[in-house]
């Protein structure tokens, strides 16, 4: 079975390695920020926010502090 990919991983660590940084290979904060920005779009979208608005506050996670 193909492993499912992920929009917020795949991101983040194309942004990390474009800027150099050098948690690019770090896999525990790849998975844990984009596990949190996927958590963010789906309670976003549950409250009621539409998808752009879930989008760009889970993108917003994603890339706090970066």
Not at 19 to 45: N, P
């Amino acid at each position: 079975m193909p492993k499912e990919l992920d929009y917020y991983a795949l991101y983040l660590r194309k942004y990390l390695t474009d800027t150099g940084d050098m948690r690019k290979d770090d896999e525990g904060f790849i998975s844990s920020r984009a596990d949190l920005a996927a958590q963010e779009f789906e309670d976003m979208r549950r409250d009621g926010a539409s998808v752009a608005v879930a989008q760009e506050s889970a993108m917003a996670v994603l890339m706090n502090g970066l």
